[in-house]
């Protein structure tokens, strides 16, 4: 009898069955997310020549498709990280709020930067002018100046190491977005919801944090349309907001613009410093 009731299975609770659809929902989104990231930049000898949504959204009769994803992605994008930033116990609700302005402004200026001259606003013709290398300039330096005020603004309430890290993750993400191609910039906002659901799933499971991130660093590299070859390196990020030639400028920018993958993940594990449990 004892025996029969060692090796009997133990049921369910309805609890358990609930945490453990949600967990096998949470692995095949975190699939489905990396297979569609997949598709939106080909990359490599292989697969260079097939067609994907880049060269699909680049067409000049999609320029309209191509907003309203670049919308989609920006939406997405502010919606993950307000959800992730939290005030800290010295901050003001004053100051709380006024980075939470200045972080929705930033993301509202990177999408009207980011329009084509047929679907640029009056508005944005009215206040910065009609010419779209003048608008692109200026917009693209209100970006700048905003990511450096956001970082201002929070790093003194930070206290911890993974809060340092989470204010200079909200700061760079400004620049990614400004950097990147208006199609590829879905990838940001994908690769936060594969990390979070990644992380719930590896305090389970696996312990190795870094070789993981390692992993979905690299495999961001590759999703953003780069290679091994110098060819596929997006010159034209390095000249965002650029007046005029700057050859140490335009490297840096060429270079965040590149390696935004790795550094984003390398960001978001040492902003879970704090939760990793040894």
Not at 97 to 110: D, H, K, N, P
Request: aromatic share 10%; proline share 3%; hydrophobic share 45%.
């Amino acid at each position: 009898q004892v025996m029969l009731n060692a090796n009997t299975p133990k049921k369910l609770t309805t609890s358990q069955l609930k945490k453990n659809i949600c967990d096998m929902g949470g692995t095949v989104l975190v699939f489905f997310l990396l297979r569609m990231a997949r598709t939106i930049n080909q990359t490599g000898d292989k697969w260079l020549h097939l067609p994907d949504l880049s060269d699909y959204f680049q067409k000049p009769e999609n320029h309209v498709k191509l907003t309203i994803a670049h919308a989609v992605s920006v939406l997405l994008l502010v919606g993950v990280r307000i959800r992730s930033i939290k005030r800290w116990a010295n901050e003001s609700v004053s100051k709380y709020g006024l980075s939470i302005v200045i972080l929705v402004t930033a993301y509202l200026t990177i999408f009207i930067q980011k329009l084509s001259d047929e679907t640029s606003t009056k508005f944005a013709n009215a206040i910065i002018g009609s010419n779209e290398d003048n608008r692109k300039i200026v917009l693209a330096q209100l970006v700048y100046l905003y990511s450096f005020l956001y970082f201002v603004i929070r790093i003194y309430g930070a206290e911890t190491v993974s809060n340092c890290c989470q204010v200079l993750l909200d700061s760079l993400l400004m620049v990614f977005s400004l950097l990147v191609q208006p199609y590829s910039a879905c990838l940001l906002p994908i690769g936060l919801i594969i990390e979070d659901l990644v992380f719930n799933s590896m305090q389970k499971v696996c312990k190795d944090w870094g070789s993981v991130y390692y992993l979905y660093g690299l495999s961001t590299y590759f999703q953003m349309g780069n290679s091994n070859n110098i060819a596929s390196v997006d010159v034209g990020a390095g000249y965002q907001g650029m007046p005029s030639y700057s050859p140490g400028i335009i490297c840096l920018l060429m270079a965040v613009n590149t390696f935004n993958g790795p550094l984003l993940w390398a960001l978001l594990l040492f902003c879970r410093l704090d939760q990793i449990k040894e």
